[in-house]
């Protein structure tokens, strides 16, 4: 396993999975896929990826399988659930976790795994839809070295930067750290926009000043235009924004901190929830910010 060449499996198509799948089939690797949605398997089936009835089968049939899944409920479901990943995988096998989940269900499932002598890491992933397609994401891992070790050929398929951060659920808390910085930098942004609006400002013209000094960050050039433009149709959900922020707080809350930052950003998120707007793109925040009254 010490070359991106060997059999592979991925369960969890959507708007990551999909180019994430298409870039290790067009690397070389044989691929058996896995989708609770049958018309999402077709991208990969025609172009060579074997469709396979539950996880535990495309399991049987690889050496590492990836999952990206929603959220935590939906890991422990297709590795330890009835037909999971657990059923099937040979003893050696490596199952590698690249979706955003709860550290410590995370480390849970890791210790479960190795009792059938199966090896996980937790490699979440920074870069969206874009970075997947073009097989330049970041990429935050847990678990043993020696297996991140075996594994960096297969995971560098889809990866640009792979930053080892310790043991099992290690990648899970940095992916936390990432999108606390992400869902809080957004909510500047829309306060900042909103400000400038308000003040008889082009907000487009704002982002552009802004973008050439100490304000400049991804957040301000990828959500900013988004915002200016009113325009949430992109690719980063906000629920999948908001099911991220209550990760990080779950995790702070059994550390015993105190998050307000990220606490504002989950209720505006949540706020975005209750108004309709789960599968709008993230930037949608500002519409709730409008609505608010003054402190």
């Known amino acids: 396993m010490n070359t991106s060449v060997a059999r592979v499996g991925f369960i969890g198509l959507g708007s990551m999975g999909t180019p994430m799948a298409l870039n290790l089939l067009r690397a070389g690797n044989t691929l058996s896929v896995y989708a609770r949605r049958p018309d999402a398997l077709s991208p990969l089936t025609v172009e060579g990826a074997q469709a396979c009835p539950t996880p535990a089968a495309v399991a049987a049939q690889s050496d590492v399988v990836f999952t990206m899944v929603t959220d935590t409920a939906a890991v422990e479901a297709v590795t330890l659930g009835p037909d999971g990943i657990v059923e099937g995988a040979a003893s050696g096998a490596v199952v590698i976790d690249h979706s955003t989940i709860d550290p410590e269900v995370t480390k849970r499932i890791a ?110 050039e990828v959500q900013g235009p988004k915002m200016a433009q009113r325009d949430f149709t992109g690719h980063i959900e906000s629920r999948l924004h908001h099911k991220d922020i209550l990760v990080a707080l779950g995790l702070a809350a059994r550390l015993g901190l105190s998050l307000p930052a990220s606490s504002l950003a989950a209720d505006i998120l949540d706020r975005l929830q209750q108004a309709g707007g789960a599968k709008s793109d993230s930037a949608a925040v500002v519409t709730v910010l409008e609505g608010l009254e003054p402190i």
Do not use: W, Y
Request: net charge positive; with cysteine; aromatic share 2%.
């Open 111 to 220: 210790a479960t795994l190795q009792t059938r002598g199966i090896d996980m890491l937790d490699a979440p992933v920074s870069g969206g839809v874009m970075g997947a397609q073009s097989g330049r994401l970041v990429m935050m891992v847990g678990g043993r070295r020696d297996v991140f070790d075996r594994c960096s050929a297969l995971l560098s398929v889809n990866a640009h930067k792979l930053v080892h951060m310790g043991p099992s659920g290690s990648g899970q808390v940095a992916k936390a750290c990432n999108q606390i910085c992400i869902v809080v930098n957004q909510l500047g942004v829309a306060e900042a926009l909103l400000l400038a609006e308000r003040s008889g400002l082009d907000a487009s013209r704002l982002i552009e000043a802004l973008s050439g000094g100490f304000a400049a960050s991804r957040i301000l």
